[in-house]
């Protein structure tokens, strides 16, 4: 009777083992594919994987060009439950130790994107400068990874711009400029604003400022905060077209958060 609990037990684990499988997808350096079941990667990015539920195989970090699990691992959805709380300090330390868990499966881009954002919050402007200057020379092979790549370069590029460090960020911002993503170019031309005005230049700002306001689509992200910041900066130089640009935000982004910004 109490061997066969054990094997019960026993068969409960292994079902739940597989339930909880990852499957898992490494890009090779010869252009093939290998596919499995996810078991671990150790320090030197040497990968284990399972194929057909009974054959364990392990590809060397050498021999592969990026590897990707097919869905985000529970710990770090649990990590951007407790940023999404404004947990920062706790968020950040889940988002080190899980870099080092997954920064060879897919999702170091994206740990070091948290992490730095959590420093941002916490303040540490600085350190979270350093985090992000990793990513200078990173070669993005896994496309997956572009979101959260160029979301690294626009939390630097703010963030340079905040500590007056404005060369550095023109470096960051051409490479954003010359994405065939709008959003991006739109971003670089508010971002140069940003300079600008900090600068003392307002007259200058708001001409970088205007041209994500009239030039890009209305489906673009950066349109509603480029519309406020240009009706704001308007109106705080006393130029009598600032309302021309309040109405626009009003009547195309009623419900955005930026009609409310409005001076």
Same mark, same amino acid.
């Given at each position: 009777?109490?061997?066969h609990?054990?094997?019960? @037990?026993?068969?409960?684990?292994?079902?739940?083992s597989?339930?909880?499988?990852?499957?898992?997808?490494?890009?090779?350096?010869?252009?093939?594919?290998?596919?499995? %079941?996810?078991? #671990?990667?150790?320090?030197?990015?040497?990968?284990?994987?399972?194929?057909?539920k &009974?054959?364990?195989?392990?590809?060397?970090?050498?021999?592969? &060009?990026?590897?990707?699990?097919?869905k985000t691992?529970?710990?770090?959805?649990a990590?951007?439950?407790?940023?999404?709380?404004?947990s920062?300090?706790?968020?950040?330390?889940?988002?080190?130790?899980?870099?080092?868990s997954y920064?060879? @499966?897919?999702?170091d881009?994206?740990?070091?994107?948290?992490?730095?954002?959590?420093?941002?919050?916490?303040?540490k402007?600085?350190?979270?400068?350093?985090?992000?200057k990793?990513?200078d020379?990173?070669?993005?092979l896994?496309?997956k990874? +572009?979101?959260e790549?160029?979301?690294?370069?626009? +939390?630097?590029?703010?963030?340079?711009?905040?500590?007056?460090?404005?060369?550095d960020?023109?470096?960051?911002?051409?490479? +954003?400029?010359?994405?065939?993503d709008?959003?991006?170019?739109?971003?670089?031309?508010?971002?140069?604003?940003?300079?600008?005005?900090?600068?003392?230049?307002?007259?200058?700002?708001?001409?970088?400022?205007?041209?994500?306001?009239? @030039?890009?689509s209305?489906?673009n992200? %950066?349109?509603?905060?480029?519309?406020?910041?240009?009706a704001?900066?308007l109106?705080e130089?006393?130029?009598?077209?600032?309302?021309?640009?309040?109405?626009?935000?009003?009547?195309?982004?009623?419900? #955005?958060?930026? @009609?409310k910004?409005?001076?």
């Amino acid at each position: 009777m109490k061997r066969h609990v054990i094997m019960l @037990v026993a068969l409960f684990l292994l079902g739940s083992s597989a339930l909880q499988a990852v499957e898992i997808t490494i890009e090779k350096k010869d252009n093939t594919q290998q596919a499995g %079941e996810f078991i #671990s990667a150790d320090a030197n990015g040497d990968i284990t994987l399972m194929q057909d539920k &009974k054959f364990k195989i392990k590809i060397k970090g050498t021999d592969y &060009k990026f590897a990707r699990l097919a869905k985000t691992p529970d710990e770090i959805l649990a990590a951007d439950k407790k940023f999404d709380a404004k947990s920062y300090a706790e968020a950040l330390t889940d988002y080190k130790k899980l870099y080092e868990s997954y920064k060879h @499966v897919g999702f170091d881009v994206y740990c070091i994107y948290k992490e730095s954002a959590c420093l941002e919050k916490l303040g540490k402007k600085a350190d979270a400068l350093a985090r992000l200057k990793t990513m200078d020379n990173y070669q993005c092979l896994d496309q997956k990874k +572009l979101p959260e790549y160029f979301d690294c370069k626009k +939390l630097q590029a703010t963030l340079l711009i905040d500590t007056g460090k404005f060369d550095d960020a023109y470096k960051v911002l051409t490479d +954003l400029g010359n994405s065939s993503d709008d959003n991006l170019a739109a971003f670089s031309f508010i971002a140069r604003g940003d300079i600008l005005n900090k600068q003392g230049k307002k007259k200058e700002a708001v001409l970088k400022y205007m041209v994500p306001a009239l @030039v890009f689509s209305q489906q673009n992200t %950066e349109r509603p905060k480029a519309l406020l910041l240009v009706a704001n900066l308007l109106k705080e130089t006393n130029d009598n077209r600032a309302m021309k640009f309040a109405e626009m935000l009003k009547k195309d982004y009623p419900d #955005s958060p930026q @009609v409310k910004e409005l001076k």
